[in-house]
């Protein structure tokens, strides 16, 4: 009999209504054994979540400021929530916890350590509620400094602590650094942990609980009533989250596909909804759809460079992307033509470089012209059923140009997984709605 490994979001552990909601969950399935919590989350529109006050409070410590009225609200999520589910000696962390930092120097207390105790607090308190074992993840997760996972050290060490019989619950969103502090993961990274678990424990598959039906064909905001996608490949799921379908970290992904190990998105809120299924391969025909979901982000630039015969002269796009990468700034795609090449990056990679890596790459003997065109907007069209079909591409531009929208870059891998466009970000959410009418 395999177990699951189930993570609940922020918003399933906002109050203790939600937490209630998760207790009934684990107990409706004894393979539910390892439990992986984020910080609780948003209750309402106007609430914040528990992690963006200890951001802040961290940010008040260090402008010298007084942090007391901000982690009193934290203290008070914590209090309230072990109060209503009736468990005492909860306050004792948070007495504790408070000591140690106004004991500190609040600066001396690093962001990620701070950030951290929202999961760590909440994992403690989740663990007295369902009678399980806490274990800490800054005991059997460990990153290098740069952020990447330690793999053989972590499953080794996750595996040890997990193997006894009964319920765990472990913090999300932090490992521990070989310098003996800790690292938090991207924003969103308890789904990072809750993989982890999955592969060290070789779990049947691994749940991730949220309050949205799965992931969506579409970003809700835009599209009202998009549909509920059933089934992706991991690929698929990683094409959509990069680009902004938020139910699932983007990189929550690879610790189980190498296990092969399927993700179930599942709704707190609804628990018998069908949910996503994410695995491995998938038969395309079980999706009537070819084009499985649409995503997509503002906030990009084009880097135009110039010059007459381009690609005649070899290592053109070489000195290009070295000058990037010397400015330290990531590009996301180089779509070119032979006179000329483009370069898609963040904006907010060019942040504060901007002038110094366009007087780097004029210097380039033949460059003609260089320069940034901000205001673009990317989307991709996703789904494995688009591969070696003819007319899924025409059927984008098409429904782009009834909708009058104007494409100023396309961009499609070798994979067929995905049709990339830019569009000028005025024009992003009718775009994604023409889009998702040609496709749902
Ligand atoms: N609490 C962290 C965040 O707000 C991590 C998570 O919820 O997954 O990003």
Redesign the pocket.
């Known amino acids: 009999m395999g177990d699951i490994v189930c993570k609940f ?2 918003s399933s552990l906002a109050d203790a209504n939600q937490i209630r909601k998760v207790g009934e969950i684990v107990d409706a399935n004894p393979k539910r054994r390892f439990i992986v919590v ?2 609780p ?1 948003k209750r309402h529109n106007k609430d914040d ?1 528990v ?1 963006n006050l200890l951001y802040q409070c961290h940010e008040a410590a260090r402008r010298g400021n007084d942090i007391t009225p901000t982690f009193r609200r934290v203290v008070e999520r914590y209090e309230t929530i072990a109060k209503n589910l009736g468990l005492c000696g909860v306050s004792e962390w948070l007495v504790e916890l408070h000591d140690h930092i106004s004991n500190m120097s609040f600066t001396r207390v690093s962001r990620d350590w701070l950030a951290s105790r ?2 760590y607090l909440c994992a403690k308190l989740v663990a007295a509620y369902l009678k399980a074992t806490f274990v800490d993840a800054g005991d059997g997760i460990f990153v290098e400094s740069d952020g990447s996972l330690i793999e053989e050290q972590t499953y080794n060490a996750l595996g040890k602590l997990l193997s006894g019989g009964g319920r765990y619950v472990i913090p ?2 932090y490992a521990a650094k070989p310098s003996g502090g800790i690292s938090t993961f991207a ?5 990072i942990t809750g993989s982890i678990v999955a592969r060290a424990v070789k779990a049947e598959v691994y749940e991730n609980w949220t309050d949205v039906p799965g992931i969506l064909m579409a970003d809700p905001n835009i599209v009202k009533n998009a549909q509920p996608i059933l089934e992706l490949t991991y690929g698929e799921m990683r094409e959509l989250a990069y680009m902004g379908a938020t139910a699932l ?1 983007h990189d929550a992904v690879f610790p189980v596909r190498e296990a092969s190990i399927p993700i179930h998105i599942c709704n707190t809120n609804d628990p018998k909804s069908p949910g996503t299924w994410i695995f491995r391969e998938r038969d395309p025909s079980h999706t009537p759809q070819v084009v499985v979901g649409v995503s997509g982000l503002k906030g990009y630039s084009v880097i135009l460079v110039k010059q007459p015969l381009m690609t005649q002269e070899g290592g053109h796009g070489l000195r290009v992307l070295e000058a990037l990468h010397r400015h330290g700034v990531r590009h996301e795609h180089a779509p070119s033509s032979i006179d000329s090449m483009s370069v898609i990056v963040k904006d907010e990679e060019l942040q504060g470089k901007e002038k110094a890596l366009l007087r780097d790459i004029q210097q380039f003997g033949a460059v003609e012209t260089v320069k940034v065109m901000p205001d673009l907007a990317l989307i991709a069209v996703v789904g494995l059923g688009m591969a070696h079909r003819a007319g899924i591409a025409a059927r984008v531009f098409g429904a782009l140009a009834k909708a009058r929208v104007n494409i100023r870059m396309i961009n499609q891998s070798a994979s067929e997984i995905n049709i990339m466009v830019g569009v000028v970000e005025e024009d992003f959410e009718k775009a994604i709605r023409a889009i998702y009418r040609e496709f749902a």
């Open positions: 979001g922020g984020s910080a989350g979540k992690t929202g999961e999300g969103f924003r969103g990274g308890s789904d970290q």
